[in-house]
């Protein structure tokens, strides 16, 4: 039998860490660093690098279910003939979509994404895209962004998933990409149309004389780019004669002298939220209270909402072969004509009475015919003194107001792009992205 050298006794008691560090010779630390030039080989796709549960991955199973006849339609390269291989528009549409729902608007900074971002390149699977085509996809679609809304829409109606009984209308100032001091007035905008031709013949007169002192692709661009500020300014001046002859129009004389803008000629100085004056667009989202799903969108340069009620009227009928049997508008919509308008076209309107407390304080019942009125403008006030009219218009605030609400907080304050038909454009996008993420939690909650 072996016996211990030490007894359960005769054991040196161990040092504390302090002591231990202090019994330590000094030397260099031991330290982790980072080596960036060591080869590593990871055997995993983009697939194996995305959380399964991501949302990228629930976009791109909606946007896979859409139709999208309409791009394919515009591509020339099909098998059998030569060409280049067209980018895939589901994966472009599925980018946008993407991208708004986390408020990036800009598309050199999707661009960028695409490139830097998991989510994103597991978009792309490789396939490669730079800020020109992003952009001009977004900004040409047209018509086909509409088409989307409406088969997007048009699909939750027929399974029952959005009734479109009653549509809440609201709209929202949202800032134009114009400053203030773009605006000029009719003889300052001549004066600048004449420089900026006379930019583009020297633009022309100099490339016929040097060809050597730059490429023919920034010549070329530069003069594209002296060429489309022509023609914003020529636009310019064609809105400053309408916006003087509505001026005229309205208010019987001649006033105050209208000004455009030669950065976006068709914005407009409008009155925003804050009290403050800036140029802007008019976004209005029409939206079904049963789904919050938005089934109309339109982009004015109007500064009220007075006459928007009959636009998306006719536009629920161009969309979906009818009108909603009740429309939600705050005050500033209720308008004669548009009341008289809707009635005449199917569609009961929830508003509140003008100066309403005013009247009841003045010993007047607010809900009363007035002189002047029709039937339906009558039968309008009637309406809304009732507790079931009220009932149905608070419903307004927490469908129109909600999604107004969830634009901001995906960034839409400001426009990304002019003009008139590409910021409808954005709206249209704001509204796709909406309508898909709120479809799949009516999909989810039915079963």
């Keep these: 039998m072996t016996l211990p050298l030490f007894g359960p006794d005769d054991l040196p008691e161990p040092p504390s860490p302090a002591q231990a560090a202090q019994s330590m010779p000094p030397g260099k630390p031991r330290l982790r660093r980072p080596v960036r030039d060591q080869v590593m080989v990871r055997w995993a796709s983009l697939d194996d690098l995305l959380e399964a549960d991501h949302p990228v991955r629930a976009v791109w199973a909606a946007v896979c279910k859409l139709d999208l006849k309409s791009w394919l339609g515009e591509i020339k390269a099909v098998e059998g003939h030569v060409g280049r291989d067209a980018t895939d528009p589901r994966l472009l549409v599925a980018l946008w979509t993407f991208a708004t729902l986390k408020a990036v608007g800009s598309a050199h900074q999707l661009d960028m994404l695409c490139r830097e971002c998991l989510p994103y390149e597991w978009l792309c699977g490789g396939v490669s895209v730079n800020y020109h085509m992003l952009s001009d996809f977004r900004s040409r679609g ?36 114009a400053g203030k001091s773009s605006f000029h007035r009719r003889g300052t905008l001549e004066e600048c149309l004449e420089a900026a031709r006379e930019q583009v013949e020297t633009l022309k007169r100099l490339a016929e004389e040097d060809t050597g002192e730059l490429t023919r692709r920034q010549r070329a661009a530069r003069e594209r780019a002296a060429r489309e500020r022509q023609q914003r300014i020529e636009e310019a001046i064609r809105q400053c004669e309408e916006l003087q002859q509505e001026r005229e129009a309205s208010a019987g004389r001649k006033g105050r002298e209208a000004r455009a803008s030669t950065t976006d000629p068709e914005a407009r100085v409008m009155k925003f939220p804050d009290g403050g004056y800036q140029p802007g667009y008019n976004v209005q989202f029409a939206t ?68 309403e407390e005013k009247k009841r304080a003045a010993g007047k019942d607010p809900y009363a015919r007035m002189k002047g009125d029709s039937d339906a403008v009558a039968a309008w006030r009637s309406r809304m003194g009732t507790e079931a009219g009220k009932l149905i218009y608070r419903l307004r605030a927490q469908t129109a107001e909600w999604v107004n609400a969830q634009a901001r907080n995906r960034g839409f304050w400001f426009m990304p792009v002019r003009g008139q038909p590409r910021c409808r454009n954005i709206a249209l996008l704001f509204a796709i992205a909406h309508n898909l993420v709120v479809a799949q939690r009516l999909r989810a909650a039915g079963g």
């Excluded at 047209?142 to 829409?153: A, P, R, S």
């Excluded at 008289?340 to 100066?355: F, L, Q, R, S």
């Design 288 to 355: 079904d209270t049963g789904s919050g799903v938005i089934v109309g969108v339109d982009v004015t340069n109007a500064g009220g909402d007075g006459e928007e009620l009959p636009p998306m009227l006719d536009q629920f009928k161009e969309r979906y072969g009818r009108v909603p049997p009740a429309g939600l508008v705050d005050g500033g919509f209720a308008t004669k004509k548009a009341i008289e308008y809707a009635e005449e076209h199917g569609c009961t309107v929830y508003a509140p009475i003008k100066a």
């Design 142 to 177: 047209g018509e086909k962004w509409d088409e989307l809304l409406t088969q997007i829409v048009g699909t939750l109606l027929a399974t029952g998933l959005v009734k479109m009984d009653r549509v809440a209308q609201d709209g929202m100032r949202v800032r134009a990409s």
